[in-house]
């Protein structure tokens, strides 16, 4: 119900914030607690749980960074290695998913942290928590790379198209 709502385009969910409504502040962070409810391995064993999972996260990366961007490191970590474990799922819908999701916050990182010195600090000041996670574990987004070139380079790659949607921003956030 939650990702029919927000994908929907049925509200115009800045306004929310504009006249001080937390109604959708609240169903997002009732997400949050429902997701950290579910095991890893639940997420992938359940076909329905996994499609409609990874369409909401997709739906909240494209639409709703700053929120995913603000969340506490364990749950943006769980997200992240859930988007990890996706990207090698055997279900095409699940795997285009995530890298999507895994492009719009690559995109959102790279934006973020391509700006001028002096704007940096206060990218750094806003989204404190998220860029302070990819500063002491970088090994993730290297890892995410890996993964997808391995998968691109020799697995039998079915969706090559969306494989290619996260590579640019992987390879600019790991240069070295």
Known sequence: MLKAALCGNYVNFGVF?????????????TFVKLLLSIPH????????LSQSYYALLECLAQDHMNFIAN?????FLYILSSISEGLVALD???CTGCCAILDHIVTYLFKRLSKNSKKRANAIQENESFLRILEVHPEILQQMLQTVLNIIMFEDCRNQW????????????NEE
């Open 17 to 29: 914030q504009l006249y001080g409504d937390s109604a959708l502040d609240n169903a997002l962070q």
């Open 41 to 48: 391995s639940d997420l992938l064993d359940y076909p329905k």
């Open 71 to 75: 969340l506490e490191p364990t749950v």
């Open 92 to 94: 095409t819908m699940v």
């Open 162 to 173: 969306s494989m290619s949607r996260p590579l640019l921003g992987l390879i600019l956030l």
